[in-house]
């Protein structure tokens, strides 16, 4: 007989929301979070991103550029009272973009075309922030 031990599936550490429909983003981004135990919820439209975002709550959002309605987004999230304090990555291709992301809310930006080095550095960075807005809503069970 053989046995084989399953293995638990690792406690994520943060959940993260990526409103983008590039497979190849995604691909990168997925990989990254993946090195730091981050779980990700990918929500390739913009409405149902922004439902999520009124009805979970998020340690960092991703947001590409690319669907066109990325500033508003950004500005719905520092609206929201569950996460106004989320770590924001914007995902842009020009300098224009760039500003209007630091413009709109975003902590950090990742210029295309991606490398995984890049995203990494940029994760590494934001790790603290993100593990702190964790740690702000933790809950403990208690019984009394």
Known sequence: MSSTKATAPSPSIAAVL?????AVTLSQLNESMGK???SSEICPEVPTALGLL???KFEAVMVD???GQAQAIIEKIRLSPSNRT????AISDSDAETASAYKSGSNFVLRRPLSLNMID????VAYGLIVRERRRYFR???EI
Do not use: E, G, W, Y
Not at 18 to 22: E, F, G, H, K, Q
Not at 86 to 89: K, L, S
Not at 121 to 124: A, D, G, L, P, V
């Open 18 to 22: 990526v409103v983008s429909n590039d």
């Open 36 to 38: 730091l135990a981050m």
């Open 54 to 56: 009124n009805s979970q």
């Open 65 to 67: 550029f690319k669907l």
């Open 86 to 89: 989320a770590v924001i990555f």
């Open 121 to 124: 550095r940029n994760m590494k």
């Open 140 to 142: 403990c069970p208690v």
